[in-house]
């Protein structure tokens, strides 16, 4: 059965440091990865996604996710934190083989401090 | 202006008290979805569309209906809505192939009393 864990509820970072944002996943055969964000009161934006390539996959707003197949992880980082990146953060994977079945985390928050 | 459109945005009402929450797309996608955002919880899908006159089942259909009779539009139906119905809905639409990237809808907060 198709997973996704993000084990961190809440994420505070200061601004202008890096921050990481994790995501482990569980599925059968080869993923389809995506980062979705969430601003208050709004419906969820794409900022990347990894179908196959290069494990280092660059999004929108200074994004990127590196794909690690050995651990099944698909963290986003950015290197330097936007107190406007404040928002809810979803990691969701679908199997390659199936057409129909996206699975979500259960949320990030993310808190950047000024 | 490519976009999903959901009506009502904020919706109170009572148990029992059969409602629907619509959904559009002009983006001439096949594949539609509803989903429900539970604190915790994450998003968990409730229905699905392949393409017209064609759904399935997502995680949590218990007490919901749907159907897809034009592309374009996919309403989500509550015959008997219950408290436990409370929750933040969203409905998104993909074009199903290289890219898979879904457009979601602002969302319908639906509080059931």
């Known amino acids: 059965a198709q997973s996704v864990a993000q084990p961190e509820d809440q994420v505070n970072v200061a601004e202008g440091n890096p921050l990481t944002v994790k995501c482990t996943y569980s599925?059968?055969?080869?993923?389809?990865l995506f980062w979705y964000v969430q601003y208050p009161n709004r419906g969820l934006q794409f900022l990347l996604k990894?179908?196959?390539?290069?494990?280092l996959v660059k999004g929108s707003y200074g994004f990127e996710a590196e794909f690690n197949k050995s651990q099944t992880s698909f963290h986003l980082k950015k290197p330097s934190a936007l107190v406007s990146d404040s928002a809810l953060y979803f990691c969701?994977?679908?199997?390659?083989?199936?057409?129909?079945?996206?699975?979500f985390g259960s949320g990030t928050r993310l808190s950047i401090r000024p | 202006e490519a976009q999903v459109t959901q009506n009502p945005r904020y919706l109170i009402t009572v148990t029992g008290k059969k409602l629907t929450v619509t959904c559009s797309q002009n983006m001439n996608h096949e594949y539609m979805s509803w989903y429900r955002q539970d604190p915790g919880l994450g998003l968990r899908q409730i229905y699905y569309s392949m393409n017209v006159e064609v759904t399935d089942k997502g995680d949590v259909p218990e007490g919901y209906k749907v159907s897809r009779k034009e592309k374009r539009n996919f309403p989500l139906i509550l015959e008997s809505p219950s408290p436990n119905q409370t929750s933040l809905y969203f409905c998104a639409s993909t074009q199903w192939g290289s890219t898979d990237t879904q457009y979601f809808g602002p969302g319908t907060r639906l509080t059931v009393l």
């Open positions: 990894y179908i196959t390539g290069d494990n």
């Open positions: 599925v059968s055969g080869n993923p389809y």
């Open positions: 969701a994977v679908r199997a390659y083989s199936s057409a129909s079945k996206i699975i």
